[in-house]
T-cell receptor, first 112, second 114 residues
Framework: KNQVEQSPQSLIILEGKNCTLQ??????????LRWYKQDTGRGPVSLTI?????NTKSNGRYTATLDADTKQSSLHITASQLSDSASYIC???????????FGAGTRLTVKP | DAMVIQNPRYQVTQFGKPVTLSCSQT?????MYWYQQKSSQAPKLLFH???????NEADTPDNFQSRRPNTSFCFLDIRSPGLGDAAMYLC?????????????FGPGTRLTVL
């Protein structure tokens, strides 16, 4: 059973617009949540990582939020660029950091 | 600057012909992982090494084996590739030192099975 659910599955936006991607999880006990960006045909690249006590973290135009009570996270992309077109993957880890659950990802397409 | 290196980037093999994918790292990380990722799906963990300790996922087929001769290198051996094994294979590393260590991924090897 997949314990990390991402939505939407895919998203198309115009260049310059903002968007928000969602991640809901049931992984327990919770250790940390990461967002990765994966370009087509490449390995994932880490964007943010948050622990239980953190509720927001930014990396340039990317801002991740975490609500550990409701077990929800979001990734907000501001002023999107064509290079933001990629899959965004949410990964939730349990206390044993080798137990990581991957979401299926959101495929984002930014159009000019 | 490459920290996790995978070779080759693209590999073509024939049905049933053994193939080995390689991964090396310059980060001196304790943990190395192998993932299989099929199109439009999340990466699926096959196994990982914590130093020399090998940890196999319960649903990883016996067809997949791994070797880690030293800290820097890790290999994925597919003994008899089937058509269903065509996928991107991702290597990753991490160095557990708390709850916020990052996992670093290689660029992946795209395996085609003819």
């Amino acid at each position: 059973k997949n314990q990390v659910e991402q939505s939407p599955q895919s998203l198309i936006i115009l260049e310059g617009k903002n968007c928000t991607l969602q991640c809901n999880y049931t992984v327990s006990p919770f250790s940390n949540l990461r967002w990765y960006k994966q370009d087509t045909g490449r390995g994932p690249v880490s964007l943010t990582i948050m622990t239980f006590s953190e509720n927001t973290k930014s990396n340039g135009r990317y801002t991740a939020t975490l609500d550990a009570d409701t077990k929800q996270s979001s990734l907000h992309i501001t002023a999107s660029q064509l290079s933001d077109s990629a899959s965004y993957i949410c990964v939730v880890s349990s206390y044993n950091n080798n137990d990581m659950r991957f979401g299926a990802g959101t495929r984002l397409t930014v159009k000019p | 600057d490459a920290m996790v290196i995978q070779n080759p980037r693209y590999q073509v093999t024939q049905f049933g012909k053994p193939v080995t994918l390689s991964c090396s790292q310059t980060l001196n990380h304790n943990v190395m992982y192998w993932y299989q990722q099929k199109s439009s799906q999340a990466p699926k963990l096959l196994f990982h090494y914590y130093d020399k300790d090998f940890n196999n996922e319960a649903d990883t087929p016996d067809n997949f084996q791994s070797r880690r001769p030293n800290t820097s290198f890790c290999f994925l051996d597919i003994r008899s590739p089937g058509l269903g094994d065509a996928a991107m294979y991702l290597c990753a590393t991490s160095s557990p030192g708390g709850s916020t260590d990052t996992q670093y991924f290689g660029p992946g090897t795209r395996l085609t099975v003819l």
